[in-house]
């Protein structure tokens, strides 16, 4: 039998799915028990899982009937079977995230002044897609479009794409089952409350005993260090937390003797926190060093890197010690803002100049004593 993959994905079974956050959180986060048992799939501490995503049969109905077609309606698909319209725009047809190529495709039919003017101004697209769905697209008198049957129209469109996760487990904690702690994307845009597939999909509509595609991705630049001993620091605010909490488990079940610290962050400590017995408990033996960043529990904001500058000292000592540095988390401005602390520790504490402490940072790299899973 061909092995799984992404081009053959497992249908592994949701054991579970509980909130990780509490209600009312800025930062509504679950976690999420996947089985692997049978399927021949391993995966090591570090790794990330691939997820193909349902898209809400909510708004897959509500399309069909803007588009003055009937869910029922026959679909040929690549492999030559036929499903009905309504379960090919639940499983495989991506119907939330317009690229221009599908807005080009759909204006071939629509034949809308206002889309050839929005396609020819870069700007304008980039403004119009945003938070806009195929459904917006079917309401609008000026855009909509009406194709001739159901194979002309899933014609126009891409196929879901996959989400990565974190694994947020070691495979030796729960052989057999893999673990994944997942923001949910929650926004509200023309007046019509919206989700991202896939996080909506794990939180929302997966119920345990029902099956999800999955794949496991290998991620060779982020591992823990062969010598349990070790220190290591993890810099993990928000769903960053997510592979951490696999080298925790890791760490514990090899006996490993090196010192962990996490820089942890999110909104509120009353709602946000995340795997917090499991934290308390790691504290209490003396295993893990804590440092959390509430951001906004007060009038000014915390970060992580706020907290990593006032530990400087003691980070500083730590890397001498040989400890190695994980980041995980947003790319965007949390990876930049943590790198560039580093930078500054390294400087201020290890008396080198900016060349110097990036060339420090350089040679952490070579070593694989920085190592980053960002997103
Ligand atoms: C290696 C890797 C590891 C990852 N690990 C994790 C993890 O452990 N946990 C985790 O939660 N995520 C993780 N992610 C992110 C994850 O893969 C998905 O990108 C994430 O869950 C969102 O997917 P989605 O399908 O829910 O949203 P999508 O359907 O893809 O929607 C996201 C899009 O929604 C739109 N959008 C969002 N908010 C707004 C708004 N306010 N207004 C208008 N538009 C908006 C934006 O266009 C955005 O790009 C990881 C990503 C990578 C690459
Ligand atoms: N590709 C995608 O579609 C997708 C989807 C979901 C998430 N993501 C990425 O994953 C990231 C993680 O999301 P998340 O919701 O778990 O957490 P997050 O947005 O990163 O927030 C976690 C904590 O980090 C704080 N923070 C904000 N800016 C920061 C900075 N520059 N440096 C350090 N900390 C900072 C936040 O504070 P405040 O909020 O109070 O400012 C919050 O307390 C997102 O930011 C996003 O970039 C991507």
New binding site residues.
Partial sequence: MEPYSMKNPYRAKALGVKCVTKPGSAKE?VHIDISLEGSGLEYVTGD?LG?F?CNDPELVDSLVAALGLRGEDPVQQADGTVCSLREALISTYDI??VKKSTLSKWNAVARSARLDAILEDKDALKDF???RDLLDLAKDEEMKATFVDANAFVSILPKL?P??????SSPLAVPGQVS??????????LGRA?????????ADRLKAGETVRVFV?S?KGFRLPEDGATPIIMVGP???I??FRAFWQQRTIDHATGPMWLFFGNPYKATDGCYEDELAALVESGALKLSVAWSRDQAYKIYVQHLMDAAGAEIWQWLERGAAVYM??DANRMAKDVEQILLTIISREGNRTAEEAAAYLADLKAQKRYQK???
């Fill in positions: 986060t990330a997820v995503p939330t995230n897609v945003k938070g794409a989400r990565l996760y974190s694994i947020a994944l702690c997942v923001g949910v994307v929650r926004y509200q845009s919206r989700g991202g597939v896939c996080s909506t999909y794990l991705h991620n928000g769903t960053g997510a592979p995980c988390g899973d960002v997103y």
